[in-house]
Each structure stands twice: as structure tokens, then as C-alpha cells.
């Protein structure tokens, strides 16, 4: 203590008096780091950062591809192609750390805030927050010969989809 090195001692006082109860752990001050709010000790343990809350780790596809109808067969060629329009997607989110691996991620879909989209949504539970992409509103082709997929297996759902076309006849 500074303070306490400055004052004079009184005469027939060691300098090393009052020491004695820091030496022995029994000083009136008590050491808060490492305790929380309620006095409780903060012990870190190696899984603790694995099941923190996070959102999954995802690897998508958007399929393009242009739309030969009759209209774009007489104004395009293949030289000078028609625009690309979105054809599906191919969504694979990875969820290695679930606590609960008996229960299957699931997908919804929401309204967005125009009819031209929709909100895809993927739950899956704890440590796993929500993960949420917007895509276009269309019909999907849930024809597992159109490559329809939605599949959990080995801590990854694979979501695959293409949207139906439509054959317009006279």
C-alpha cells in the first residue's frame, strides 16, 4: 500500500507488521475475476464453444438455364441465347453438432413482402440457430425423376429442387 509507505510508522513497530495476513490468505479483500454476477466460479470447459448458439454452415447452388419456349425459339438462337431464368436451387446445410440427433432439421416457407418471393427457413434445434434465404415463388416439381431431394443423413440436409415448367399447347 503507497499510501501507507508514506506515513511514518509509529515508534516500536516493525515495517514487515500486518504483512503476516497477506502471507496467510486471510486479507479482507476478495479477488472477483473469474466469478460471475452471482459469485459463482466461470469454469471453461473444451465443449462449451460447441454447442454455443451459431448459425449452421451452408454451401447453395442457384440452377440457371434458359427457357426455350416458342417465343424465345423464333426471337433467340443459340448464338445469341435468351436471358437466364432460375430453374431450382440446391441447398446442403451442415449440422454436425446436434444435441438432439434423433430429430430431423426442417424447412418452411414464408411469405415475403412481395409475391414475386418467398422465405425458405431451416430449423434445426439447439446449438443451431435459424437459417433463412429468400427465393423465387414458383411451383416446385417434387418428382424424384426432376431431381427432387430432401434428405438427412450424416449431419447434413440436402434440400434439392427444380421448379415445374409448363407446356403450353393449342
Known sequence: NPAAEAQPLPHGIEPDFGNLEEELGLND??????????????????????????????????????????YNKT????????????QGYKFNIFYPDLIDKTKTPQYF????????????????????????????NRQWNKSRKRAFRCTFERGVLSLYFNFASHWYRR
Open 75 to 86: 426471337h433467340y438462337d443459340h448464338d445469341n441465347p435468351p436471358p437466364k431464368i432460375v
Open 109 to 136: 416457407l414464408e411469405r415475403a413482402d412481395t409475391d414475386d418471393f418467398c422465405i425458405l427457413r431451416f430449423k434445426a434445434g439447439p446449438p443451431y440457430e435459424d437459417v433463412a434465404f429468400k427465393i423465387i
Open 29 to 70: 479483500e476478495i479477488d472477483l475475476h473469474g466469478l460471475d454476477n452471482d459469485g459463482i466460479p466461470l469454469t471453461s470447459y473444451a465443449w462449451q464453444d460447441k454447442y454455443r448458439p451459431r448459425k449452421p454452415r451452408y454451401f447453395n447452388r442457384v440452377k440457371t438455364g434458359y427457357d426455350w419456349n416458342a
